[in-house]
């Protein structure tokens, strides 16, 4: 309505018996339409000047003629001349315009006598008639006059539909008609250039996406809609853009109804009820004859089954409102664009009939369409963005489990390895041991076992470099590496498998092949998984290796077998994880399809590649490359690793040497692990006499060995019931810290949010099972020999700290004991039982060791302060504040040499004396200390020096001993404040630590 308000003139004048007045008309602010009354001249030609019409009549403008030409019968097909007297001002020259939609169905404008426009081409029946019924403009000047005569001259004999003017006339200024033409233009390119995108969005969408149909019928929609948009409004777009005659027009007209309906209801299928389902393929019948109808039929008859067009185009339109209705009032919520779209599209019907009705000429209004249109598609493409973000999800959680499964298949060949080495390294020392007393044949078996064990091992290590590979994590040591060294060893190994086999390896690589730059182990692995993946598909023949290298510095490694063969779509796929060949060989031979993966990407690791060549039935052939070493290199390699096999030997002998020297006080280890033949194997690893070796099977046994007896070294499984090695290790640190006890995890994960929980637990170090007996015995080395260098610093530091008993201390007290033995001999007593306790304490064994309970400290402060009570009577007064439990345990000789310093440095240099304040409170998991006096206290400067290990004397030597010791245990030191003339105060803490035999074992 508002639209109408706009661009609709409410009040204007209207034509009467063939005239009408317009000399009082504003034409520099508005227009108007020439609807009213005209002069009309049937089955006449008034420009004719030697037959004019003899009859006449007056017309409604706009309508058609269909009643003028007969009484009893109507019809749309004639001619006949219009005719209206337009009076205007004539002091008011203007150039006008008039803008003719639609005149049925060929017409020729004449103002003033003159031909302005013509559309088609007249005459007086069928034949002569070329029909152009297309909207144009036509502009003429007044020059000063004060009539304007319009005659307008019309034919119809092919549009079935009312004949003549049928849509009102625009008139006005040229300027003004101008601007409202190409407005409504406009709003019409606008809907068009929305329609198209939406289909061009549709069809990209099909072609990067599913394929979905829909998304291709939703196109021809909106193709569709564009057409019958442009060719069915009164400016009929498409005519002046594509030479489109009147008979096409009408046929594409018809048949983008056909395409709108059909494809409509393509588009709502998965909402269609069952029943509706069952019809579709009569509608779909029904539309393809509309559509052969529609292009072999003739306008006049086509345009009189415009009703089943109507029918084809508002059947689907019906359907899909109600169905959108139903779908809006069941969830209006989440159906907002529904129903945004329900509305426009019945508004934008509403709009159509009412113009219809009422022939009004306004500029075109495109807004309803647009937002229907807009409305459907983001329902439509929200759909998609859903599906994309559910795809995205699903991707996710296959990627997530595709990940867990990678790690479910590590653990699993962690726990596999471990048994498995178990085995191979009981095989390997009864070998050892027993190969001279074995028969031939049971050396033979042992040997097929090791092997066998090996290629097992080797496979796991397929599963767990798929992983590294996928982390990026598998790292290269490169060196110098002897291929044809590699392909013997692995033809050696894997030789037992061809036992029963009509099959032999050759090997053409020579002795002295060049070198290549690689990763030893790495190259192993690559010429286990070809010559392994030969072998499991040839039955006979031979297996043959041959090398040469090539001008770009590269060596190349070929593999040929005689054997089954690979066909071309399986070789599209060979080097993908987890795909096998032929599924009845793979079962029989095993594997996980992972060899030829792992090996492809390792090559491509070095820098090389991997190529493969089949012949079904008659072999495969694959040829990797590697870059070669630098002769120089290589010389200065084996070099070194001469020399390092001489300081080998010397270090073994060494270690003889050590191990029939050491007798007595040996490192003692306990481990612990839930698989007893784990034990064995570290205890078979580690036993001799350099070590003395305990093994539980729980961490409880664990917990209840540290209680009662003193280790060195604690080597724990992490993965074990009720308790894990994480949860030992975080017993453990109640009581002991990493330098008072290490602990040695053996894990069978090596990723490294692994082993940070591990060190976040607080073990000292971690070996990656299955364990390597060199390393195992290097890293145990090493901590027990950390474990042992602590225990004599803290002996040491404990000694320096007893020897800084000051022998005048000594003579003084004893001099007080001679006085009161003469005075009283009760406080003698006292005093001499203080001195034996202090002397005790001091010298206690316990005080070599980092922590001791801290009633052992307090006795000693006790007595000390006692004995200095004794000696200077009311000048010191202590007072203590004990607000913490005494059965934790805390650095040895902590508190008293803090005592002794407030003493000597600060309440005895007053004359007066002073009061000690001695403080132990719990704060959370930790116990704060605090010795505190009101004696002659320090300036900022002395403050500063005063834990400035270059500045320090000896008289400060206590202070910064403890103060160096707390930081060692704990991270932080001694806290001092102090105030000149007001006193000092030293603090510190502790991490409350309870013993083990106080820990809630029973839980485990």
Known sequence: MLWLQLFIQSHQPYAEKGQMDLRDFDFQHRTLTLDGEWLFYPSGWLMDKDNPPTSTTYIQVPDGWDEVFQEDEWTPYGYGSYHLKLLIDPERAFTFSMRVPSIRSAAEIYVDGHLIAAAGELGENRQQTVAKNVPFTASFETKGRSEIDIIVQAANFQDPRNGGIVRSIKFGQEEMIFRETQLSITMQLLVAVVLILHAIYSVILYLLGNKDRRLLFFSVLTISIMFYYLLGSDDKLLSFWFPINYEWGFKFVHLSMVGIGYSLLQC?????????????????????????LAILLPTRYAVTMQGVYIVLLAVPIVITMVLMLGRTIKDIRHNVFLLLAILAFVNSILWDVLLLITGIKVISYPFDLIITIACLATLWFKDYVKVHADTKELAHKLQKANR???????????????????????SEAVLERESAVLTHKSVNDLETVLAVGKRMSLLLNDLLDVMSLNENTKKLHLGPVSIHTIVEAVLEMLRFMIEGKPIDFVNQIPRDFHKV??????????????VHNAVKFTDEGAITLSGYTTGEGMAKIVIADTGIGVDAETMQRIFEPYEQGTISKTIVEGGFGLGLNISKRLIELHGGTLEVQSIVGQG??????????????????????????????????????????????????????????????????????????????????????????????????????????????????????????????????????????????????????????????????????????????????????????????????????????????????????????????????QNGEALVPLENELRLVQAYLYIQQERFGKRIQVVWQLEAETNVLIPSLTIQPLIENALKHGILKRSEGGTIHIRMINIDTHLEITVADNGVGMDEEQLAKLLQPKERSSSSIGLINTHRRLQHHYGQGLRITSKLHEGTSVSFVVVAKTPLDALPLDKY
């Open 517 to 530: 730059l690689a990763d030893e182990n790495r190259v192993i692995q690559i010429v286990f998984n070809l």
């Open 404 to 426: 867990l499964k990678d790690e479910f298949l590590a653990s699993t060949s962690h726990e596999l390895r471990n048994p498995l080495h178990s085995i191979i390294n009981m």
């Open 268 to 292: 709502i299928d998965p909402w269609l009820p069952r029943h509706i389902h069952r019809a579709k393929q009569g509608f779909a019948l029904v539309c393809a004859c509309a559509v052969v």
């Open 620 to 845: 495969s052939t694959f040829a990797f490359t590697l870059p070669l070493s630098d002769e120089a290199e290589i010389q200065g390699t084996y070099e070194k690793e001469q020399n390092h096999i001489k300081q080998e030997s010397v270090v073994e002998q060494s270690d003889v040497e050590k191990k029939r020297l050491t007798v007595c006080n040996r490192p003692r280890i306990l481990v612990v692990d839930d698989e007893p033949i784990n034990l064995r194997v570290i205890e078979t690893i580690l036993t001799n006499e350099k070590y003395e070796v305990v093994t539980v099977t729980s961490g409880l046994k664990a917990l209840k060995c540290l209680l009662s007896e003193e280790w060195d070294l604690v080597i724990s499984d992490v993965m074990m019931p009720k308790m894990s090695g994480y949860e030992l290790v975080r017993s453990i640190r109640k009581q002991f810290t990493m330098t008072d006890l290490p602990v040695l995890l053996l894990t069978a994960r090596s990723q490294p949010h692994d082993i940070e929980n591990g060190f976040l637990a607080g073990a000292n170090d971690y070996v990656v099972k299955p364990v390597d007996a060199l390393e195992l015995r290097s890293r145990v080395e090493a901590l027990t020999k950390v474990k042992r260098s602590i225990q004599e610093l803290h002996r040491m530091e404990a000694a320096w700290l007893q020897a800084q008993i000051e022998p005048h201390f000594l003579f003084n007290t004893l001099n007080a004991i001679l006085t009161l033995s003469e005075l009283d001999s009760e406080r003698t007593s006292k005093l001499v039982e203080a001195l034996s306790d202090f002397l005790r304490e001091s010298y206690n064994f």
